[in-house]
């Protein structure tokens, strides 16, 4: 069962990819590309979920019948 790597043909396009998405963080810069998504996900995205949170505090009743 285990041990038997060398049989397994690797991809070297799989390979690349993966070793690439390991070490994001190596290569990540901030730019006018990357920008507009680092902005959506760590701002936007949890200040609407807070306001959708804080509109919708106590309409719903959630309790056991």
């Given amino acids: 069962m285990g041990g038997h ?3 397994l043909l690797k991809d ?3 390979e690349e990819w993966a070793w690439m998405r390991q070490n994001t963080h190596r290569y990540f810069k901030i730019n006018r590309r990357t920008a507009p998504a680092l ?3 760590g701002l936007l995205f949890p200040a609407l979920t807070f306001y ?3 509109v919708s505090q106590g309409k719903f009743i959630v309790e056991p019948k």
Wanted: net charge negative; glycine share 8%; charged share 10%.
């Fill in 39 to 41: 902005i959506g996900m």
């Fill in 12 to 14: 070297p396009a799989i």
């Fill in 5 to 7: 790597n060398d049989t």
């Fill in 52 to 54: 959708m949170a804080y």
